[in-house]
């Protein structure tokens, strides 16, 4: 059988059933294999598109998924996606067509060997769980199920593989090599250890991170935490775990996150941190500050990050979330009752309303009258927009969040909004974004408006980079260079592009915005929604900055976090 065809069929049986992929000289014969046996392929229009929805598509349903990409320019365009996945544990199989094998530059000290011809490899290695070289046209199942593995196991991530184009047309044999079955490695849990310090403390608080996800735990978190009673917060990634509403949820940590949740970490004396290694991104540059009376304890599958953390942890347990949840659950003893409002009430409070209509009250508006389940948010990586969207919008049961939090680049959003739709679980798509990370991938409305996806794509227009600008205000005297139209930065019109791509536009007005909202829930089709915001406005919450006598500045605890 033609090796690309036994590729396929293999990836089929292993239960691959989609592809991004933009074509090219290199992936013709996968591209036209994956067709005939039935792997579904979606064409985006550029490779950094097509490896962010791919990944999303992973995020928003664990369906396994294939990114396709060309040699050389293909490979690199590719890199923001990959990035972003490889940060933020998502399994994604990359197969890259390469040059013959006799023309790539591997181990040779020059630039180029083969036409439009990259040593790829070499450049994505410290961003992927693993790459392989394919050596023979033999080779190609075999590495396939050790790709396969390697992805989905332990800390899930991307693997690459770099396909030759010599070795994608021959005829193969489909014998298999047989697996070798692996130990599982059964860690020491620690559960009296975590049972004994929740007895002694008074103020237990629950970190959950996205790792829960991943291992597959969000039932047994659920008992888990019906079961306790002990409150607890969340990075980014986890703040759809449980509704916005529920009681016990106190909100998302970290220097964008929200007031009340920064305050509980402050005031907790056990913090138990699951899924998460508290990135600084959750505990900010001041460490010294933080969370400074709990004992801390960390669940983690990857010993690196325990071995590398920022944050000083009294116990430390290396293991899979699930695993460790389920262990915990028999064990532990409820938490008494407590009042946990004090924290939850500052989490949200409705910004002041001035001529414009402010973002975060949009926001908050908007999710809280678009309760379908079946819905998903996508937070576009970039600016004001990003923190706005997770500081802001009120989250209901089942409801998805999908981001690329990690690397909070400009410009994924569109494409994760085409991702998530192929998961097809979700009948409605809220997408939030900038308008200057609108542009940054804007081919992606094209594909939008193919596919006719059900979004709300709700552009956030304030004229520019804001969340520099802010930074621009506060410490470069309003020098707003390259952040402004005023300032060398120049934006086109929302409503003419979305003429040009042919897809419906409203303008949010004051006046009209109720019956504009609920007109909002019930699309069919592709919609931009245009919110010309204040240029000006502040952020819901951040950390405080003092002045320092000798001119510099230091942040503040996070406890302390501004009210705009
Ligand atoms: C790919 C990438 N380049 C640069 C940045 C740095 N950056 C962060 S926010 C931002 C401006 C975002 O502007 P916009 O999307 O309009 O959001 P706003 O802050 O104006 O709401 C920039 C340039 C980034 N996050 N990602
Ligand atoms: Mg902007």
């Given at each position: 059988m033609k090796a690309t065809d036994a590729l396929a069929k293999h990836l089929k049986s292993k239960g691959y059933k989609k592809a991004f992929a933009l074509q090219g000289g290199a992936v013709v014969h996968i591209l036209d294999s994956f067709h005939k046996f039935g792997i579904e392929v979606n064409y985006l229009h550029h490779e950094v598109s097509n490896a962010l929805a791919a990944a999303s598509l992973v995020r928003a349903s664990g369906e396994k998924t294939l990114l396709v990409v060309t040699t050389g320019p293909g490979c690199v365009n590719a890199m923001t996606g990959i990035l972003g996945a490889w940060q933020d544990s998502v399994p994604l199989l990359i197969l890259s067509g390469q040059v013959r094998s006799n023309f790539?530059?591997?181990?040779?000290?020059?630039?180029?060997?083969?036409?439009?011809?990259?040593k790829i490899l070499d450049i994505v290695k410290p961003i992927t769980k693993k790459t392989f070289l394919i050596n023979s046209e033999k080779q190609i199942l075999n590495i396939i199920d050790k790709a396969d593995e390697i992805s989905n196991t332990g800390r899930p991530g991307p693997v690459w593989i770099d396909y030759p184009i010599n070795f994608q047309w021959p005829d193969i044999n489909i014998k298999l090599k047989k697996k070798d079955k692996k130990n599982l490695q059964k860690n020491d849990l620690k559960i009296n250890q975590v049972c004994k310090m929740l007895k002694e403390s008074n103020n237990p608080l629950f970190v959950f991170g996205n790792g829960i996800r991943l291992s597959g735990g969000l039932d047994i978190l659920k008992k888990v935490v019906n079961k306790s009673n002990i409150p607890f917060v969340t990075t980014w990634s986890a703040c759809d775990f449980f509704p916005t509403d529920y009681n016990l949820n106190l909100g998302i940590i970290g220097l964008y996150g929200q007031r009340g949740a920064n305050k509980a970490i402050n005031n907790a004396d056990l913090l138990i941190c699951i899924g998460t290694h508290l990135n600084v991104t959750h505990t900010s540059t001041r460490l010294d500050e933080f969370s400074k009376e709990s004992k801390k304890i960390i669940i983690n599958i990857d010993k690196e990050e325990i071995k590398n953390s920022s944050v000083q942890f009294d116990l430390k347990v290396n293991s899979d979330a699930k695993f460790f949840l389920e262990n915990f659950q028999k064990k532990v003893t409820p938490l008494s009752k407590k009042n946990y409002f004090k924290f939850k009430s500052l989490n949200w409070y409705k910004s002041k309303e001035t001529k414009y209509i402010n973002s975060n009250n949009l926001i908050n508006s908007l999710t809280k009258v678009n309760?379908?389940?079946?819905s998903c948010i996508v937070i576009d990586g970039g600016g004001t927009a990003l923190y706005a969207g997770f500081q802001s919008s009120n989250i209901n049961y089942g409801q998805r969040v999908i981001c690329s939090t990690a690397i909070s680049s400009m410009g994924t959003g569109l494409a994760e909004t085409i991702g998530a739709y192929f998961s097809r679980k979700f009948k409605k798509i809220l997408c939030i974004i900038g308008d200057g990370s609108f542009l940054m991938n804007i081919q992606d409305l094209q594909s939008i408006k193919q596919y006719k996806?059900?979004?709300?794509?709700l552009v956030v227009n304030n004229n520019g980079y804001l969340a520099i600008r802010n930074t621009q205000t506060d410490f470069l005297s309003k020098r707003w260079f390259g952040t402004h139209p005023e300032w060398g930065l120049s934006l086109p019109s929302i409503k003419k592009v979305s003429k040009g791509f042919n897809i419906d536009y409203m303008l949010l007005e004051k006046k009209t915005l109720k019956t504009q909202l609920k007109k909002l829930q019930n699309i069919k089709k592709p919609i931009i929604v245009e919110l010309k915001a204040d240029e000006n406005q502040r952020l819901l919450f951040n950390q405080i900055y003092k002045k320092k006598p000798d001119g510099g500045v230091e942040p503040q605890n996070l406890s302390e976090m501004n009210k705009s």
């Open positions: 790539t530059s591997y181990k040779l000290n020059v630039r180029q060997k083969g036409t439009q011809e990259a309760k379908e389940t079946k996806i059900p979004a709300v794509i």
